[in-house]
């Protein structure tokens, strides 16, 4: 289903919703019916792509925050100097984007997981987050790419303690993500400070040969984008 489609009559239907773009005379109009709800949208365009893509997921059920928390449902132990891979599990949302050239534009945002938030840290200086909560698998594992993305997360405890890691927090503005038709994937790190302080970031690199980068929201909407980088101060 993820994918870039020539603008024109077009039809993708899947178990959870449906997407409809018909042409009405000179306009085309595009809709979108899921089981709660309806969006439509009029589109003035002669030429152009349809984009389907996951996105970053902060964004329903509106623009709230630039920051996920993933709580880990087994803490992982590290020890001094020691690095561990795992990958985890977090939700994805999916975007509808019209594209021409170098120009894009957000049409619909599609959400299958219920949005939760959280604060990371003290109530004055913390940041929201949303939240959500991972298994903590050795291995890949199997996923739904409409409703989850896969991440490898690489930990390295830089200090010299034994480290327990509960919860990782990132900055989802430097999140690059990749797809194929059966996963969608990013790549992480989390670097351990202390015993409450650690560093993630994102690297732009896919899982295996043949995996599509995804449209990058904030790159769509001209948002500046931070380093990409995020320091947990209050807590693994």
Do not use: H
């Amino acid at each position: 289903m993820y994918g870039s489609y020539d603008l024109g009559e077009l039809s993708i239907k899947n178990e959870y919703f449906r997407i409809e773009i018909e042409r009405r005379g000179e306009w085309f109009f595009y809709t979108r019916e899921s089981e709660n709800e309806k969006k439509e949208r009029v589109l003035g365009a002669e030429r152009g792509k349809i984009i389907v893509t996951p996105v970053e997921p902060v964004n329903l059920p509106k623009e709230i925050t630039n920051y996920m928390e993933i709580k880990l449902k087994s803490p992982i132990v590290i020890g001094p100097g020691d690095s561990k891979v795992v990958y985890l599990k977090f939700p994805v949302e999916i975007g509808v984007f019209i594209a021409w050239r170098r120009a894009s534009e957000v049409l619909d945002i599609i959400g299958l997981n219920k949005p939760k938030y959280t604060l990371y840290g003290e109530p004055k200086n913390g940041v929201i987050c949303r939240y959500s909560e991972s298994e903590v698998y050795r291995s890949l594992p199997n996923s739904n790419p409409l409703k989850e993305s896969v991440m490898r997360l690489r930990i390295m405890n830089g200090s010299g303690e034994w480290i327990e890691v509960n919860n990782i927090v990132f900055d989802v503005f430097g999140m690059k993500m990749y797809y194929d038709d059966f996963l969608v994937f990013c790549d992480a790190e989390m670097k351990c400070i202390s015993k409450k302080v650690a560093e993630t970031q994102f690297y732009d690199s896919p899982l295996r040969k043949g995996m599509k980068k995804a449209l990058e929201l904030y790159v769509a909407r001209r948002i500046i984008m931070p380093k990409g980088k995020f320091t947990m101060e209050w807590g693994l």
